[in-house]
């Protein structure tokens, strides 16, 4: 029991240490890398910047999917976009998947002519909100990576609405694999086991695309000397802990209902936020990772 007291007080000392301390330390690369950046992330305060990125994000969702539905309704069933995103429950915590069916299903009961003003409205608050979203994004980026914002306010605001782009046209694309591909593969007549094969591999281009994705943010928003673009340690662990966290938050919301009685009709909305902040916070702790990998790569002596 003694030697246990002395393990685990040897290293709560070594989890208080600082960044200056733990480098003058004898331990393995990947335990100096990760006290490090568990260090980083509460010295720049990456919960607060994650949450600011949140409550865009939140803002610009219900108008996102009213777009996405708006433009989807044309060629796909609204009633299969429901049924599709229902199966993402597994995924996606069940309140939020419960909120996005019943926006759907609001919208679908429209009228054309409210469906196109709808989508002009939505269109437009969805590209003000999710840029201050992505500008909120990229600060969280210089953070991380220890470089100051030098770039011009027009070139920033264009970075802003490219990157607010990409990721609106991964939503588009992930909105056309989960409720495009079934659709295809009935009109198709596909046989079951090469269908089956299908729905499978859709999961797996969608997380592809998001470590695609999450690279390009890497690479484009923080505001520093650019080093090619490839995958990343700090991709793979953020779309890993993406992946970890949601189907965590999921499991945990979906046992312990408590958050209804708390915010009663906001519960859904709260548990929505939650999760945006779960994403956003992922996102930019994989920035750290890559920020303290960087910077140990630049101390190594040449040669």
């Known amino acids: 029991m003694r030697r246990i007291g002395t393990f685990f007080r ?42 600011g990125v949140a409550f865009y994000f939140l803002l610009a969702a219900f108008p996102a999917l009213a777009a996405a ?124 086991d090469i269908a089956d094969k299908l729905q499978w591999l859709r999961w797996a281009m969608l997380f592809g695309a998001a470590l695609i994705g999450l690279e390009v943010l890497y690479t484009f928003g923080p505001c520093r000397r650019r080093r090619g673009f490839g995958i990343s340690a700090g991709g793979i662990a953020a779309t890993a802990m993406w992946v970890a966290g949601s189907g965590a938050f999921s499991l945990f919301v979906s046992h312990f209902p408590s958050y209804n009685q708390t915010y009663g009709s906001l519960g859904a909305v709260a548990v929505l936020m939650i999760w945006f902040w779960v994403s956003a916070l992922t996102i930019l702790i994989g920035a750290e990772i890559n920020g303290a990998l960087e910077a140990r790569t630049t101390k190594k002596p040449s040669g």
């Open 69 to 192: 539905v708006s433009i989807f309704g044309l060629v796909v069933d609204p009633v299969l976009i429901t049924d599709q995103i229902n199966m993402m429950n597994h995924i996606l915590p069940g309140a939020v998947v419960e909120t996005l069916t019943q926006q759907i299903t609001h919208l679908t009961a429209s009228t054309d002519r409210s469906l196109s003003i709808s989508l002009a409205l939505s269109v437009l608050i969805t590209l003000y909100s999710a840029t201050r979203g992505t500008s909120a994004l990229i600060k969280g980026f210089n953070i991380a990576y220890n470089c100051a914002e030098t770039r011009g306010l027009i070139r920033l605001t264009l970075l802003s609405y490219g990157l607010t782009f990409l990721m609106l046209g991964y939503l588009l694309a992930s909105l056309l694999l989960v409720a495009g591909l079934p659709a295809a593969i009935q009109i198709l007549h596909v046989p079951d």
């Open 10 to 51: 040897h290293w709560i000392t070594i989890a208080r240490m600082s960044s200056g301390e733990l480098a003058a330390m004898t331990l393995p690369p990947w335990v100096l890398t990760a006290l490090h950046v568990r260090n980083e992330v509460k010295q720049d305060y990456i919960g607060l910047v994650a949450a």
